[in-house]
């Protein structure tokens, strides 16, 4: 399999959901909308959503068109996370995916309402699904979960809170499990769970998501050391004052840590495909990835 050619296929059809699922711009209030528009139809690598559809597809699930429509909530959810990260009040970033951020476009005001209502409309997007209650049930819990107070938020919370001067290794896990690795498990999980698997499949997609969310974060925190600004689409060595793995353990540790991670998230996604390799695949393409 070519896994440039698998992302790159998936990512075309979510974003042509996204472009069919975001209000138009010349919806009243124009602004709102063209600032909701800009930040998720600017790029990004969609993986998210990529991994609930492999995860759905994996555990035998073909219908497509029925479960797009989550696929597209969970990237409005990652954009709304991205605008509010790169508020001054948070990481304070002027460039996000390759153009301005929001904020530095719109304003903060905008940028915040943008986020915002990215939020409220990825709620809408699913109740207005066609999904069978008992399914957008256990969506909505899995997903509220974990964006929430126990989840990004919290991770988000201690990282704001803390910065490099504390070497706590269990506080770095809370951080990166929380802001990033819970969103791999949910997507993981929700498209095991939209395809009617089996608990011990749910089980293995939640837990492997997580720890291949792990791996991402750590290459991600990897990348600002070594990455390039003209490819990451972003400002590079923002977190010099930032708790992250190579202010830890230096990023040669660091790197040993995410193929650590990696192969213990494929020993658990192996479940869902014994015989296919694209977990795999986009496991080790995120960990080698540029941007
Ligand atoms: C409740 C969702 C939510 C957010 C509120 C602001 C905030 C609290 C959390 C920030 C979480 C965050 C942005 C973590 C960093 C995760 C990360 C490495 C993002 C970059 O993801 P990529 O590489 O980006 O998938 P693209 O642009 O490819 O989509």
Not at 110 to 131: E, K, Q, R, T, V
Not at 185 to 205: H, P, R
Not at 226 to 240: A, I, L, T
Not at 248 to 277: H, M, N, V
Request: charged share 25%.
């Amino acid at each position: 399999m070519n896994i440039e050619n698998y992302l790159k296929n998936w990512k075309k059809r979510v974003d042509e959901k996204l472009n069919e699922h975001l209000p138009s711009e010349e919806e009243y209030p124009p602004l709102l909308h063209k600032a909701m528009r800009y930040t998720v139809l600017a790029g990004g690598k969609r993986i998210r959503p990529i991994l609930m559809l492999t995860a759905y597809s994996l555990s035998g699930g073909h219908n497509f068109d029925e479960i797009m429509p989550v696929s597209s909530a969970i990237e409005l959810i990652h954009a709304y996370s991205l605008i509010h990260d790169d508020l001054p009040a948070m990481d304070d970033d002027d460039y996000r995916r390759g153009i301005l951020s929001s904020h530095k476009k719109f304003g903060e005001d905008i940028a915040i309402l943008a986020g915002d209502a990215l939020f409220s409309h990825a709620f809408y997007i699913i109740a207005h699904s066609h999904l069978k209650p008992i399914l957008k049930e256990r969506v909505l819990k899995t997903l509220t979960i974990t964006i929430g107070n126990k989840g990004i938020i919290g991770g988000q919370t201690e990282d704001v809170l803390f910065d490099s001067s504390n070497k706590s290794p269990k506080l770095l896990r809370y951080i990166h499990s929380h802001k990033t690795a819970s969103f791999f498990s949910a997507s993981c999980e929700i498209g095991t769970i939209l395809a009617g698997a089996k608990k011990d499949q749910i089980l293995a997609a939640r837990k492997g998501g997580l720890l291949m969310g792990m791996a991402f974060q750590i290459q991600d925190d990897i990348l600002d050391v070594e990455g390039k600004k003209e490819e990451m689409g972003k400002e590079v060595k923002k977190d010099n004052n930032k708790l992250t793995y190579p202010s830890i353990y230096g990023t040669d540790f660091s790197k040993i840590i995410a193929k650590k991670y990696s192969s213990l998230a494929l020993k658990q996604l192996k479940i869902l495909e014994p015989k296919d390799e694209t977990f795999k695949n986009i496991i080790n393409f995120l960990i080698a990835r540029k941007n």
